[in-house]
């Protein structure tokens, strides 16, 4: 599965967009951007996915560029309950793979009052 | 809204004692994952589990780890002679098909004296 590059932390003001960029330069064609967040140490919890297509659902949106090396994240009106560690993941979606996620470190996001 | 349980939420045992992680995956899916993340570092892949076996697992899954689903309800993780280094939180996932969104339950926390 491809590598992404992620900022290591970034702060943001409650009720503002959250914008989280996610670099995947060596994306192939079947592979998936996968967004998922760990509050504390809770479980990691899905908020969306996509593969070519920009995505919304209620929880965020998804914008993919159009060579597909990059992803940028949209919380549209951050809370303070929004701060967590996000995980951006590209996984093969295909009959090669079992569907593991491999994470990585993350984007730290506080938000702030 | 459909949630993958885990117990006990935290378990506190002696080095070389066995020790049983259970998890209760959501009732209609037939994909199910243990993930572990050690206190402050990343998430990490342990195994998959589809139609009663092992479908895919990690270098980290070695023959002190096994897994079982004992009946059509709980699908457990084993680690047979604990180690200080097996101290960390474990993760139970599932999903309704092999390249699926995976939703995590809270995990339990293991510590190992």
């Known amino acids: 599965d491809a590598k992404t590059t992620q900022p290591t932390s970034m702060d943001c003001a409650e009720g503002r967009a959250a914008n989280l960029p996610c670099n995947h330069s060596?994306?192939?064609?079947?592979?998936?951007v996968y967004w998922y967040r760990q509050i504390h140490s809770q479980g990691p919890q899905y908020i969306i996915h996509?593969?070519?297509n920009n995505e919304t659902n209620e929880m965020a949106s998804l914008i993919i560029t159009e060579d597909r090396k990059s992803s940028t994240l949209i919380l549209p009106h951050a809370t303070l309950r929004d701060t967590a560690v996000y995980y951006c993941?590209?996984?093969?979606?295909?009959?090669?793979?079992?569907?593991?996620?491999?994470f990585g470190a993350g984007t730290q996001v506080v938000v702030t009052p | 809204e459909p949630e993958v349980t885990q117990t006990p939420s935290h378990q506190v045992t002696q080095m070389g004692q066995e020790v049983i992680l259970r998890c209760v995956p959501i009732?209609?899916?037939?994909?199910f994952y243990w993930y572990r993340q050690i206190l402050g570092q990343k998430v990490e892949f342990l195994v998959s589990?589809?139609?009663?076996?092992?479908?895919?697992k990690s270098e980290i899954f070695d023959d002190q780890f096994s897994v079982e689903r004992p009946d059509g309800s709980n699908f457990t993780l084993k680690i047979r002679s604990t180690k200080l280094e097996d101290s960390a939180m474990y993760f139970c996932?599932?999903?309704?098909?092999?390249?699926?969104?995976?939703?995590f339950g809270a995990g339990t926390r293991l510590s190992v004296l």
């Open positions: 996932a599932s999903s309704a098909a092999r390249v699926d969104i995976q939703y």
């Open positions: 589990f589809y139609n009663n076996e092992i479908s895919e």
């Open positions: 993941i590209v996984r093969v979606d295909g009959t090669d793979s079992w569907g593991k996620f491999q």
């Open positions: 060596t994306i192939s064609g079947n592979e998936y």
């Open positions: 009732s209609n899916h037939l994909y």
């Open positions: 996509g593969l070519k």
